[in-house]
């Protein structure tokens, strides 16, 4: 069992940045990791992906101006030049040992 915490989240500005992280309650292994999000009204979506070998994927929106990275206990999504359009709750998300953990979220609001 693996429970993951976010944390990070605020009210910013619009051009400012954020830094979310995922704590998780032990070390593990996993074969996927991500960030989601989920606006009011919209559906939950990918917003960045890292596998098992180190290869990242993000949403177009947000490529160049989101980072994806983890430690042993720990996911981080660095996001800068942040938009309107980038306020959502924010979720972290762990397949491990063919199990799928999230975390209860974190809201992030950009403002104009």
Known sequence: QVML???GGGLVQAGGSLRLSCA???TFTFSDIGWYRQ???KERELV????????????DSVKG???????NT??????NG?????????YCRVVSGGRTYWGQGTQVTVAS
């Open 82 to 90: 942040l938009e309107p359009e980038d306020t959502a709750v924010y």
């Open 5 to 7: 915490v976010e944390s």
């Open 48 to 59: 960045a992906g890292l596998g098992a070998s180190g290869r990242t994927n993000y949403v």
């Open 65 to 71: 101006r989101f980072t994806i990275s983890r430690d």
């Open 39 to 41: 606006a009011p009204g």
């Open 24 to 26: 998780a309650s032990r």
């Open 74 to 79: 720990k996911i981080y999504l660095q996001m």
